[in-house]
Structure formats: structure tokens, C-alpha cells
């Protein structure tokens, strides 16, 4: 059972989920150092100070007073089964994943485990609202808006700024990285590549905003984009950070189509992306559209087509995004391969990637002096 605050924060109701383990951590008063949820550890964000009285502030008070209030004072995160990676996976999901390219695995995560990213998210937030609005260029900075309505709310006041496709730069942080890594993530990797695996170094978060087309992908295989990765298993893990469904513009898969291989693509008129030569949905024998719910998360295949809908709602539908493959897997030359690194391993554990690394690795990176 969770509770749910009005800004849209979700917590543990009770301590009482068999498949978690306590770590210790209080939310409250974490400033300047944030706490990092998925280690109980303290960490520095790489924004600006959020204000005593900031939006931030205030959900972190709220989420902390929803814990005591209902007798949570620790965070709870999943210990990994040892040689067990498949006791939340069934043989029937396993098909289910070789024959449709995708999987969808429900509640996997808690969403507690998404909080620290929805808190980095919702500083990005604030900090370029605080922007915009000492520019002159917004009047309303929004601050009692929810998570899922805020950015939104800002940017309708000035529409000529752009809308990003994603965000990159602006959300690398701990947070992510334990994301990334979380055990259970990573347990359902390991159940279909082994466990020797590597991040790719491939990561974003998407506000996809109301109506805007930029984040509105057309039907592609995420090997038209990775060159020469076709014949590779390259997995990519999609999570909704709020509920999806076709209204706020969720993700469509057609089941099975990866196993066609890779199909050629070009460059059409008035689209960002390029498209497939032959549209895939005209053949398709059937379409799925994914509903899923905070901790839900979906796995595929780099091969199956894939999509997502123009959001119709009135809020943002946030979500993220990683991919990985195991670790003697070529990455040619991808442009995020300098932000890999080795998450798991059980032939040179001693090799597995640490947050201290991986940030070396992104302060040497061009990423850090992305837009995006």
C-alpha cells in the first residue's frame, strides 16, 4: 500500500513487504547534500541550492512527514537473490519476451525507488522556471503545481522557447546512476543477457508535454539509430515516471517484429526522425498499446518496432530510459560509449562501475557540455 501526497509523491504505507530490506535515511533537511534513496547515502546535487521555502523543499517535507506519519522512518530497497535472478521472472515471460521483442513486468520497482530521480527532475524544474522567470520571460513561476503539470504550466507562458526531445545534461546525478544500477533492474537484465553486463551509456529522461510533436517518435527499431548493432542484443529499459496510457501518449510495440532484422529507414519531410521505407504499422497484424502504472517497467528488444503517441492529456508524461548488453559486446561507435561502464559481473566484480566513476567518466565526456 502506498500513500500519496498533493503533490503527486508516493510513499510505503507500511514496512511489511516481504521481498525488502531497510537501509537507513531521513529526507528531511537534506540540503545542501541530498539523500540518494537507492544508497541511504549523502550526496551533493549538481544544481543550485534549492530555497528553504522552494516547491523541492516542500514535497521533501511532505514525503519525509508521510514516512513518521505512517511509521516508514527508512528507505526500503530490494536486496538481490543471490543465484535467483529469475524468481520475479517466469518461464512463461521469458516466451513471452523471445516471441513478442518486449516485455512488460509489472510493479518492479516501488515507486520509492523512482523518488530520487523525480527529485532531481523536479529541481530542473525549478531551477529553470527561477531562470525564466528572472529573464522577465514568464510571470507565474507555478510553484504549488504538481509534479506532472509544473514545467508545462511554464512553458505555456512562453511558447516561442523550444521544447527539448529530452534531458541529458541537466539530470546526470546520483540518483540516476543508482537507477541504473538498482538491483532489481539489473536482475531482470541479467535474466536475459547473463551476468556479465554493461550500461551502454545511453540515458535520458522525456517530459513529453501536451500536443508537442518533437518527442512523438514515428515507428523505428533502436538499431536504426545505433549503427551496426544489429546483429548484437542491445535491451533498452523504459520507465514511466507517471502513469501511461494512449491519452498522455504511452508507447505502442508491434509483437514479434523484431525477428524480420533490421529494416531500412529514410528521411521524410516535416519529420525529426528518420522513418521506416515501409511502414510497419500497415502490415502489422496487431498493435499493442501499453498502460502502466508508477514501477512498472517495460524491456525490449533492439530489433522490435516500436513507437509513442502524441500526448492528449493535460499534464507531462515523464518517463526515462537506459540500455545495456553484455559486457564483451562491441559498441562501435556510439556516441554515449564513453559513458559505459561495467554494472555487473560476476567473473571480475572488482570491475564493476562506481558512482565516483562513472562521474570521472562524465566530467571528461563532451555530454557535460551538451544542451540537452
Known amino acids: 500500500m502506498f500513500w500519496e501526497d498533493e503533490n503527486g509523491y508516493r510513499g510505503i504505507e507500511d514496512g511489511n513487504n516481504k521481498e525488502q530490506e531497510t537501509m537507513g535515511g531521513d529526507l528531511a533537511g537534506s540540503?545542501?547534500?541530498?539523500?540518494?534513496?537507492?544508497?541511504?547515502?549523502?550526496?551533493?546535487?549538481?544544481?543550485?541550492?534549492?530555497?528553504?521555502?522552494?516547491?523541492?523543499?516542500r514535497r521533501r517535507e511532505a514525503l519525509s512527514e508521510g514516512f513518521r506519519s505512517h511509521g516508514v522512518n527508512k528507505r526500503t530497497t530490494p536486496a538481490r537473490k543471490a543465484n535467483n535472478v529469475m524468481g520475479f521472472l517466469t518461464s512463461q515471460q521469458k516466451e513471452?519476451?523471445?516471441?513478442?521483442?518486449?516485455?512488460?513486468?509489472?510493479?518492479?520497482?516501488?515507486?520509492?525507488?523512482?523518488?530520487?530521480l523525480?527529485?532531481?527532475?523536479?529541481?530542473?524544474?525549478?531551477?529553470?522556471?527561477?531562470?525564466?522567470?528572472?529573464?522577465?520571460?514568464?510571470?507565474?513561476?507555478?510553484?504549488?503545481?504538481?509534479?506532472?503539470?509544473?514545467?508545462?504550466e511554464v512553458y505555456l507562458q512562453c511558447a516561442s522557447e523550444q521544447p527539448q526531445y529530452a534531458w541529458h545534461t541537466v539530470v546526470f546525478?546520483?540518483?540516476?546512476?543508482?537507477?541504473?544500477?538498482?538491483?532489481?533492474?539489473?536482475?531482470?537484465?541479467?535474466?536475459?543477457?547473463?551476468?556479465?553486463?554493461?550500461?551502454n551509456g545511453d540515458f535520458w529522461v522525456r517530459p513529453k508535454l501536451p500536443s508537442e510533436r518533437i518527442t512523438t517518435l514515428p515507428w523505428h527499431q533502436d538499431s536504426a539509430y545505433m549503427p551496426k548493432t544489429e546483429n548484437d542484443l542491445h535491451l533498452a529499459i523504459w520507465i514511466p515516471l507517471v502513469d501511461v496510457n494512449k491519452r498522455n501518449g504511452t508507447l505502442q510495440y508491434i509483437p514479434g517484429s523484431h525477428r524480420q532484422?533490421?529494416?531500412?529507414?529514410?528521411?521524410?519531410?516535416?519529420e525529426q526522425f528518420k522513418v521506416p521505407v515501409h511502414d510497419p504499422g500497415l502490415a502489422a497484424e496487431q498493435i499493442d498499446t501499453l498502460e502502466m502504472k508508477v514501477g512498472d517497467i517495460v524491456i525490449f528488444n533492439n530489433l522490435v518496432f516500436h513507437r509513442s503517441l502524441v500526448n492528449q492529456?493535460?499534464?507531462?508524461?515523464?518517463?526515462?530510459?537506459?540500455r545495456y548488453s553484455a559486457a564483451d559486446t562491441s559498441l562501435y561507435d556510439l556516441w554515449h560509449k564513453a559513458l559505459a561502464f561495467t554494472v555487473r559481473?560476476?567473473?571480475?566484480?572488482?570491475?564493476?562501475?562506481?558512482?565516483?566513476?562513472?562521474?570521472a567518466k562524465?566530467?571528461?565526456?563532451?555530454?557535460?557540455?551538451?544542451?540537452?
Open 173 to 199: 546525478s546520483q540518483a540516476l546512476f543508482n537507477l541504473i544500477t538498482h538491483p532489481r533492474v539489473l536482475d531482470l537484465i541479467e535474466a536475459f543477457l547473463g551476468p556479465e553486463i554493461q550500461f
Open 345 to 359: 559481473s560476476e567473473r571480475n566484480p572488482d570491475q564493476v562501475g562506481t558512482w565516483e566513476q562513472w562521474q
Open 313 to 322: 492529456s493535460e499534464g507531462i508524461r515523464w518517463s526515462t530510459d537506459f
Open 261 to 270: 532484422g533490421l529494416q531500412a529507414m529514410h528521411k521524410v519531410e516535416g
Open 118 to 152: 523525480i527529485d532531481v527532475a523536479a529541481q530542473v524544474v525549478d531551477q529553470q522556471t527561477q531562470a525564466l522567470f528572472a529573464e522577465g520571460k514568464i510571470t507565474e513561476r507555478h510553484e504549488d503545481q504538481r509534479f506532472d503539470k509544473r514545467w508545462y
Open 31 to 57: 540540503e545542501p547534500y541530498g539523500l540518494c534513496l537507492a544508497t541511504s547515502q549523502r550526496c551533493r546535487p549538481h544544481f543550485r541550492q534549492t530555497s528553504v521555502d522552494s516547491p523541492v523543499q
Open 96 to 116: 513471452t519476451f523471445d516471441h513478442d521483442g518486449y516485455l512488460v513486468v509489472k510493479a518492479l520497482l516501488q515507486p520509492i525507488d523512482l523518488a530520487p
Open 362 to 372: 562524465w566530467n571528461a565526456s563532451e555530454h557535460k557540455n551538451s544542451r540537452m
